[in-house]
């Protein structure tokens, strides 16, 4: 399991939000992808559209990128959790909560905002989601590299 | 004769301009706050002196569904350096939605003298007007507050209740014509937070609350939100109520009805959509049929 203790004090995990959301990591789309999710918030603009894709072995997020607006938590959550999952067992990412992903951002910061601060990772929990039920076991694997499905 | 006084305002008093901060900048009786919804706009450059104000962490009550109390708000004004002579300006980010949200509970305490900065963040920034990263600090305010007064500018799903069956009333919903229809709650394949129906509450006409203002994120002129609200039966000679969501969008809208048009009973029902769209009993109108 991935630590989630930054060891940041809050100010620089200020500024690490502030890095990821003027050079975000993983933006754009991925292609070839196995899942796309779009999640939102209406009522205050913020977007992410997460591209999922998982190694051919089915067992770990192989890649994710994302694409997406809004506010600077959200699109700095997005950046930051693209690069903490990458390689991820999906069985792993699966037992990450919301309250260990406000915690890898910074609970001093982000704290207040947690919808903004887990609306990536509650788009790529959904994708994950998705991928199971489209694929499940004894199905013949996507293959990450082959092939887009959504 | 400023652009803001060829705007025939109701009160003109309660707005300034971005030329008017830039020369109030290191006035001692002057306090700017930056109230926004994107909690590190602040961090990453604001007008130089001006501090934070977070609605979530500042002005919210961290467990009852209801805003600081007196003592919270005495302490965090003279934190700030305010006192209760200090003129106090807001400004943030979309359209100073935010701002109006802060300065509405600074009134619910009476503060006297609380500003809008007309056009807000964007306005400044797009006029390369300086940013600061520097966090100020000032000496300690002497802040004496009355008990928050809710009667006067804050309306209760009760009172909601009653006035959509009275003559003389109106009510406004700020949100996006899709919310008042009920076509939109939630995102597609995203979990819904906060609404369990979509619709709006009867008798409510639907004025999005960013229709009052002009692109560059200034107030429209006074006959052009006489032509918006008016045309609508939003009149002066009504008492009204807005809502939106949770009372933020809403507070915009209360803004200027009270203070742009001088109208001279306006509430904001904070609860909103969150609290009456989920409440058992409550009757909602719909108009999507999707």
Known sequence: MHGVYTGLDRQSAIERLLDHYQNPRNRGPLDPVDVVVPGGQPDCGDLVTIYLRVSADRTRIDTISFEGQGCTVSQAAASILSEYVQGMPLAEFEQFDQQSMIDLLGRDVVGSRPRCATLAFNTLKTAVIKYRREWPDGMASPNAGTHGND | ?290
């Open chain 2, 1 to 290: 004769m400023s652009n803001l006084d060829s705007k025939g305002y109701a009160h003109p008093e309660v707005l300034v301009d971005t030329a008017w901060v830039a020369a109030h900048l290191n006035d001692p009786k002057v306090c700017i706050l930056e109230s926004n919804e994107d909690i590190l706009l602040y961090d990453q450059g604001h007008i130089p002196g001006a501090i934070k104000i977070d609605w979530v962490g500042d002005l919210n009550d961290p467990v009852v569904r209801d805003y600081l109390d007196r003592e919270r708000f005495e302490e965090l004004a003279a934190s700030f350096g305010i006192s209760n002579d200090t003129t106090v300006v807001f400004y943030g980010d979309k359209n100073n939605w935010w701002a109006t949200y802060a300065l509405w509970v600074f009134k619910l305490f009476g503060h006297q003298d609380a500003r809008i900065m007309d056009g807000g963040r964007a306005k400044w920034i797009a006029e390369g007007q300086p940013v600061s990263r520097e966090i100020p600090s000032y000496p300690r305010g002497s802040y004496q507050a009355p008990e928050r007064n809710d009667a006067a500018i804050r309306a209760f799903r009760d009172e909601v209740r009653q006035h959509i069956t009275k003559v003389g009333t109106a009510l406004v919903d700020v949100r996006s014509p899709q919310e008042y229809s009920g076509e939109r709650t939630h995102m597609p394949e995203y979990p819904q937070e906060g609404t369990l129906r979509g619709g709006h509450i009867p008798t409510a006409v639907s004025i999005p609350w960013a229709k009052a203002v002009q692109t560059d994120s200034t107030f429209k002129s006074k006959a052009e939100l006489a032509e918006l609200y008016g045309s609508q039966g939003i009149t002066a000679d009504k008492d009204v109520i807005a809502y939106c969501r949770i009372g933020e969008r809403s507070s915009h809208t209360w803004f200027v009805l009270t203070y742009l048009l001088g109208y001279p009973n306006v509430r904001n029902y904070d609860g909103s959509w969150t609290e009456w769209g989920n409440s058992v009993g409550l009757p909602i109108e719909k108009s999507y049929q999707g």
